[in-house]
């Protein structure tokens, strides 16, 4: 591999101040946070979900110790959990625009080294040098995977550099401290973003585990003024492998064994089949509503690689429900007059990472069965199997008084806040090029890449590509296949080459969503509320051509439809990246499924200073 090297720059002088600027806080990080008690504690199947616990900044600050810690459950699935010194688990972060969050973290997992998979990290890195991968399974085939942690603070425009949202060279080992200080901008959207480890090889095993948080921009009320004073109920889908471990059924398959079980607010599903009939049943949680009453349902999709169409119906028919924010970006609230117009729509299709907050109807007295279901996933003839799924069972209460007061509800409006609007103004700048970014993946699941094919400037000359071949999986010390400017804006087209779907997660940034393309070609609905509005999450649908001769990767599977008849456009998603933030240095994108980050579909990219690269 490369090692990356660094001369006499604007990269070693921001180095070397972020170096001064932590001196204080390293000295407290060398203070372990001890293991907590009974950590990664779960619920009963069909239990009432409550909200998360959680911690509010105070005078501009929040200042969090965590323990990250393993659990093994009553049938061997291995769980992650970060633990305060107090006994919340996966607390809920709440922070204000321009606040700072502050977390000291101990690697409290036990270290057993497992096989020789470990991978050097070269310098500069920001914590340990070697990640301890521990990847092994049990008898029963469940991962017990333990080892390197960090925090990706997923969806904020922090700073990539040592010590904030940095996932590319830190590392925290087994009885190892590190700290984070990170500077919220003061005009972040407000809304809901997450926290979770993300060490490349480890990420799925870790969300699998239930190793993530919620983390909540706070003001929302002053820029969506229609969910002030409503009760708000944050939301946190996880997966987790199935208590039966049973083969799944082929993608897209309703009604059949899913790929993994899913659990709101740490409340299982339960998937359970019935191995003569073949019928799997669910038991849903319960959620508690007021009669006639409007609630703000804020839902972040935490599963590792499981992609989720959510829809409320009342009795098998689909309600209206009112879209207010999508990946922590109120809707419809970057240009134009404010507030934006909520986003009416009967269902929302929510990729692994993504987020969805929207206004939600209680169910009428003459109403026997309400829910919030995950309709069943057509993802591709390589895809997993995702049926029709209920999530929540809307229960009617007559004073639904068992959630804390102070986080009970939206503060009420005090006046519009235009401040908010970061990414405001992106349809008056001109690209600076034009890429062509795509996924590919070796059918036999064994290797998945993310892939830079193309460059156009503006003025219509060809600029360099990745710099490695194509389909070269990821390793943490690939130099950056793409490099951009601080202040630039550029389009990209996010391809999809393989027979499965992709996803596209920007750290560090939003991007605009400009058109969904050639979807239907391959029977794919485009997804609905995304278009013009600005995500950190999008998903690109299977290709559904003929596959690569050999299972590989060679010819691209959509080079030819179905029975080698004339090339198929691939699917594709057009969007602006907004790299106009005051964040510099290296972060990556990759697909969100996490199997397919873990095993390579993931790219570092560089934004050097306005006044230039250095060479």
């Given at each position: 591999m490369k090692k990356r090297l660094y001369t006499k720059s604007i990269f070693l002088a921001v180095a070397i101040v972020f170096a001064l600027a932590f001196a204080q806080m390293n000295a407290l990080a060398q203070t372990a946070v001890k293991p907590v008690a009974n950590p990664c504690q779960r619920f009963a199947a069909g239990s009432v979900i409550h909200q998360p616990p959680a911690l509010f900044s105070q005078n501009g600050v929040l200042t969090v110790q965590f323990s990250y810690q393993a659990a093994t459950d009553s049938v061997g699935r291995q769980l992650f959990c970060f633990m305060t010194p107090g006994g919340l688990e996966n607390p809920t972060l709440h922070v204000n625009p321009g606040d700072t969050l502050n977390i000291t973290v101990t690697n409290n997992t036990p270290f057993s080294e497992v096989g020789d998979t470990d991978e050097v990290f070269n310098a500069p890195t920001c914590g340990d040098t070697t990640f301890e991968s521990q990847v092994a399974k049990d008898s029963q085939g469940f991962n017990m995977t333990g080892g390197s942690m960090n925090i990706h603070y997923h969806g904020t425009n922090t700073t990539p550099a040592c010590h904030g949202d940095n996932v590319v060279k830190t590392l925290v080992n087994p009885g190892h401290t590190f700290s984070y200080s990170l500077q919220f901008p003061t005009n972040e959207p407000p809304g809901l973003y997450w926290y979770h480890p993300h060490v490349h090889g480890l990420a799925e095993a870790a969300l699998q585990g239930g190793g993530s948080g919620a983390l909540v921009v706070d003001g929302i009320n002053n820029v969506q003024p229609a969910v002030a004073n409503l009760r708000h109920r944050i939301?946190?889908?996880?997966?987790?492998?199935?208590?039966?471990?049973?083969?799944?059924?082929?993608?897209?398959?309703?009604?059949?064994?899913?790929?993994?079980?899913?659990?709101?607010?740490?409340?299982?599903?339960?998937?359970?089949?019935?191995?003569?009939?073949?019928?799997?049943?669910?038991?849903?949680?319960?959620?508690?509503?007021?009669?006639?009453?409007?609630?703000?349902?804020?839902?972040?999709?935490?599963?590792?690689?499981?992609?989720?169409?959510?829809?409320?119906?009342?009795?098998?028919?689909?309600?209206?429900?009112?879209?207010?924010?999508?990946?922590?970006?109120?809707?419809?609230?970057?240009?134009?007059?404010?507030?934006?117009?909520?986003?009416?729509?009967?269902?929302?299709?929510?990729?692994?990472?993504?987020?969805?907050?929207?206004?939600?109807?209680?169910?009428?007295?003459?109403?026997?069965?309400?829910?919030?279901?995950?309709?069943?996933?057509?993802?591709?003839?390589?895809?997993?199997?995702?049926?029709?799924?209920?999530?929540?069972?809307?229960?009617?209460?007559?004073?639904?008084?068992?959630?804390?007061?102070?986080?009970?509800?939206?503060?009420?409006?005090?006046?519009?806040?235009?401040?908010?609007?970061?990414?405001?103004?992106?349809?008056?700048?001109?690209?600076?090029?034009?890429?062509?970014?795509?996924?590919?993946?070796?059918?036999?699941?064994?290797?998945?890449?993310?892939?830079?094919?193309?460059?156009?400037?503006?003025?219509?000359?060809?600029?360099?590509?990745?710099?490695?071949?194509?389909?070269?999986?990821?390793?943490?010390?690939?130099?950056?296949?793409?490099?951009?400017?601080?202040?630039?804006?550029?389009?990209?087209?996010?391809?999809?080459?393989?027979?499965?779907?992709?996803?596209?997660?920007?750290?560090?940034?939003?991007?605009?969503?400009?058109?969904?393309?050639?979807?239907?070609?391959?029977?794919?609905?485009?997804?609905?509320?995304?278009?013009?509005?600005?995500?950190?999450?999008?998903?690109?649908?299977?290709?559904?051509?003929?596959?690569?001769?050999?299972?590989?990767?060679?010819?691209?599977?959509?080079?030819?439809?179905?029975?080698?008849?004339?090339?198929?456009?691939?699917?594709?998603?057009?969007?602006?990246?907004?790299?106009?933030?005051?964040?510099?240095?290296?972060?990556?994108?990759?697909?969100?499924?996490?199997g397919h980050e873990d095993r390579g579909m993931m790219a570092i990219e560089r934004v050097c200073p306005a006044t230039g690269c250095p060479h």
């Open positions: 939301l946190v889908i996880r997966d987790q492998p199935t208590k039966q471990q049973l083969t799944e059924s082929p993608g897209g398959t309703e009604g059949g064994i899913p790929q993994v079980d899913l659990t709101v607010n740490n409340v299982p599903l339960d998937a359970t089949t019935n191995t003569n009939t073949g019928v799997t049943t669910y038991t849903p949680a319960v959620i508690h509503m007021e009669s006639g009453e409007k609630q703000f349902w804020r839902v972040t999709n935490s599963s590792s690689d499981v992609i989720v169409d959510l829809q409320v119906r009342f009795d098998g028919m689909a309600q209206t429900i009112e879209v207010v924010g999508i990946d922590a970006v109120p809707v419809n609230s970057q240009d134009g007059t404010q507030p934006g117009n909520l986003i009416p729509v009967k269902h929302f299709r929510v990729p692994p990472a993504s987020r969805v907050e929207f206004i939600v109807s209680a169910p009428p007295s003459t109403v026997k069965l309400a829910q919030l279901v995950t309709q069943n996933i057509i993802s591709g003839p390589l895809g997993d199997n995702a049926p029709t799924r209920p999530l929540l069972t809307m229960q009617i209460v007559g004073d639904d008084d068992d959630e804390p007061a102070l986080d009970d509800r939206v503060p009420a409006y005090t006046g519009l806040d235009t401040s908010r609007q970061r990414f405001g103004g992106i349809m008056n700048v001109t690209p600076s090029v034009t890429r062509t970014v795509f996924f590919e993946e070796v059918e036999d699941g064994t290797a998945f890449f993310i892939n830079f094919s193309k460059c156009v400037t503006a003025a219509g000359a060809t600029c360099p590509i990745q710099p490695y071949p194509i389909d070269t999986p990821f390793d943490n010390n690939n130099p950056p296949a793409i490099i951009t400017t601080q202040g630039s804006v550029e389009k990209w087209l996010v391809q999809n080459h393989a027979r499965e779907n992709h996803e596209l997660h920007q750290h560090q940034i939003h991007f605009k969503v400009l058109s969904q393309d050639n979807f239907e070609i391959n029977g794919s609905q485009q997804a609905p509320a995304i278009d013009g509005q600005f995500l950190d999450m999008v998903e690109v649908p299977f290709c559904g051509g003929d596959p690569p001769a050999g299972g590989g990767v060679q010819p691209p599977a959509c080079i030819t439809a179905n029975g080698g008849g004339p090339g198929l456009p691939y699917p594709q998603v057009e969007a602006l990246m907004d790299f106009r933030g005051p964040d510099i240095g290296d972060f990556v994108f990759h697909c969100h499924i996490l």
